[in-house]
């Protein structure tokens, strides 16, 4: 899987930790490989590979739209064959303030950075957040150290399984949701 499981898989999982991985309920999808049939066999992925993306198999562009039990929604998007360079990073809207978390916009390529809007005073306003200074970086690099750790020793996970499976299980009835037409399919958790 290209779009989905390849690349998709870690914003999904950002925005599902930063929601508190709330329980999905339904999807509906529209996955498509139709994207990539258009390219010229001297994009990027042809001279790194020196595959043709045009006969690509995988889905090249994925739109997903998420209920959970909680009541809260998402619309998960994610590609890898565009003409752009990027799909606007992750964004989050409630009804007293708005999150974008690590997108081009906010940052330099390579940076991670949290910026909030909010009104205050009866004025929006935004602030960038140093992920720095929250600790992040460290936080991401000790969970790595820890899981390396685990693997090496043979010691429990630091990784939460039911998240990978929640992860999976919204990507398998986002297909299920394409296959259907996007109809809209429950999210089969055991």
Request: aromatic share 8%; glycine share 8%; hydrophobic share 45%.
């Amino acid at each position: 899987m290209g779009a989905i499981a390849d690349i998709g898989i870690y914003p999904l999982d950002t925005a599902l930790y930063l929601l508190g991985h709330p329980k999905p309920v339904s999807v509906s999808a529209l996955v498509t490989n139709e994207l990539s049939k258009g390219l010229e066999p001297v994009d990027s992925l042809s001279v790194w590979t020196g595959n043709d993306a045009r006969v690509s198999e995988v889905d090249d562009f994925a739109a997903v739209w998420i209920r959970f039990e909680n009541g809260s929604k998402m619309l998960f998007k994610s590609a890898w064959a565009m003409h752009m360079d990027n799909l606007g990073g992750t964004f989050f809207l409630g009804t007293k303030a708005g999150m974008r978390v690590g997108c081009y916009e906010v940052a330099t390529i390579g940076e991670d950075k949290i910026r909030l809007f909010r009104d205050e005073y009866k004025m929006m306003t935004d602030t960038t957040v140093n992920t720095e200074i929250m600790g992040w970086d460290d936080m991401f690099k000790a969970e790595d150290k820890a899981f390396c750790e685990a693997v090496r020793t043979g010691s429990k996970s630091p990784i939460d399984p039911d998240g990978v499976l929640m992860t999976n299980a919204i990507f398998q009835a986002a297909l299920e949701s394409q296959e259907l037409g996007g109809k809209e399919v429950a999210v089969k958790l055991l």
